[in-house]
């Protein structure tokens, strides 16, 4: 396990996860819609883009440009897949995260 080279921030760690739910040739709005109704956390496109191009500089998303729609104003849609990379980034961080956590009860909060 490479965790230094592997290691996932948590905005790197939600990505990949939503793309792991959705499956493959996913929209930056399916990857958004889907982490708003998770986590209630809402992101702009903006930090759905940087973020995504910035795991595919690793190798772990690949993207391609999709065919252009009537919808989209004849524009075409990047759609991105969870690259096997990608798949075992999240694996180890997954574990190296339950490791940490192993044997560790929450302490009460102080009032």
Same mark, same amino acid.
């Given at each position: ?21 959705? %499956?493959?040739?996913?929209? %930056?709005?399916? /990857?958004? +819609? /889907? ?5 209630? +956390?809402?992101?702009?496109? %903006?930090? /759905? ?7 595919? +500089? ?7 440009? %999709? ?45």
């Amino acid at each position: 396990m490479k965790i230094a080279h592997r290691h996932l921030g948590e905005l790197e760690q939600v990505l990949l996860l939503a793309l792991l739910r959705l %499956g493959d040739a996913v929209s %930056g709005g399916a /990857i958004r +819609r /889907i982490i708003h109704e998770r986590t209630g +956390r809402v992101l702009s496109p %903006g930090a /759905i883009y940087t973020g995504m191009n910035r795991l595919e +500089r690793r190798g772990f998303v690949s993207s391609a440009l %999709g065919e252009p729609t009537p919808q989209r104003g004849g524009k075409r849609q990047r759609c991105y897949r969870l690259t096997r990379a990608g798949a075992a980034a999240l694996r180890d961080m997954h574990a190296a995260l339950a490791e940490m956590a192993r044997d560790l009860q929450p302490k009460p909060a102080d009032r």
